[in-house]
């Protein structure tokens, strides 16, 4: 028998994690497909589960002056609909899974699971991303590619629960964001591509580029963005990150369309940029 628990606070969900090993099931939407034995079957959960979607201090949206701060049960739907979040997190969200899904699916859920698909991290990574983590012990600050460290693979620890996402505000002034998939709905991205730039008066003042769904996490190299603003060169650019890509093939599509189809939606965005073309 598994023992199932619902906490009613942060203390007693501490307090729970601290005890033994227990299997944190938030929406449920990940969890669910991975514990799937069969089509038709019983889910099999070999863990204990504490479930933490009833604790309203895990849910909600909120900003002060440089950081916009996202509780780890805050739905995939809460995130489309803010009036707190700039467009350009808010349209990922948007384009996840499905209406029923992203009224249960968490931030917090996507980021911990960690998959390879996961596209909420391309746009927590482009940010600048953290997450708050707490335990008994107490709580620490990760930036998101030191806490994501492979597929389905993080830095978090056995009595420890992501408790918010941290994203700091940016003076953006254009964004672009393409998810690829086989449709538009409820389907795994073939791959993705944020874009962001922002602009020092006349001079432009960086650029953020992250591509996710082909390498296991996603890719950002911050030396060539950092470049490209000295130099505008997109060829350099794209040579760069075509370093950094290393996919595989998978159901999904072919290592070599996801490297070169990724890269040349890169160079539109880009080659937009220079010639300043207007964004929304
Ligand atoms: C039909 C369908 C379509 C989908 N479409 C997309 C899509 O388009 N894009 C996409 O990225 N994903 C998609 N998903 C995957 C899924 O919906 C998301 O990853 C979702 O954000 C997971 O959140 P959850 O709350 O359901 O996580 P859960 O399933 O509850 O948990 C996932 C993992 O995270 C851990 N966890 C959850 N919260 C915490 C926490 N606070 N602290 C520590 N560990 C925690 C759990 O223990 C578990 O290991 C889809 C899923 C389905 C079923």
Avoid at 31 to 53: N, P, S, T, Y
Avoid at 84 to 99: A, D, S, T
Avoid at 230 to 244: P, S, W
Wanted: net charge neutral.
């Amino acid at each position: 028998m598994i023992d199932c628990r619902r906490p009613e606070n942060v203390d007693e969900l501490l307090e729970t994690l601290d005890s033994g090993k227990f299997r944190i099931f938030a929406g449920g939407t990940d969890l669910m497909v991975r514990k799937r034995q069969w089509q038709g079957a019983e889910r099999r959960f070999e863990e204990d589960i504490v479930f933490i979607e009833q604790i309203d201090e895990l849910k909600g949206i909120t900003e002060d002056k440089e950081h916009y701060h996202i509780k780890t049960c805050t739905t995939h739907s809460s995130m489309e609909k803010s009036l707190v979040l700039p467009e350009c997190i808010r349209l990922p969200y948007r384009l996840m899974g499905n209406p029923a899904i992203r009224n249960v699916a968490t931030v917090g859920g996507n980021i911990v699971n960690a998959a390879q698909v996961a596209d909420s991290l391309p746009l927590l990574y482009a940010m600048d991303g953290k997450i708050l983590l707490k335990s008994k012990n107490g709580s620490r600050i990760l930036p998101m590619d030191e806490f994501i460290k492979g597929k389905y693979r993080t830095e978090i620890r056995g009595n420890e629960f992501l408790y918010e996402v941290i994203i700091p505000k940016l003076n953006i002034r254009g964004f672009r964001y393409k998810k690829v998939g086989s449709r538009k709905a409820s389907i795994l991205s073939k791959f993705s591509v944020v874009f962001l730039y922002g602009m020092d008066g006349v001079n432009l003042e960086y650029i953020r580029v992250a591509i996710g769904a082909v390498n296991e996490t996603p890719v950002r190299n911050r030396d060539a963005e950092e470049k490209f603003v000295e130099n505008r060169d997109v060829g350099e650019f794209l040579t760069a990150i075509r370093k950094d890509l290393h996919g595989s093939d998978d159901k999904r599509s072919t290592r070599l369309y996801r490297e070169e189809a990724s890269l040349r939606i890169v160079a539109e965005y880009l080659n937009e940029l220079l010639r300043g073309d207007s964004y929304e």
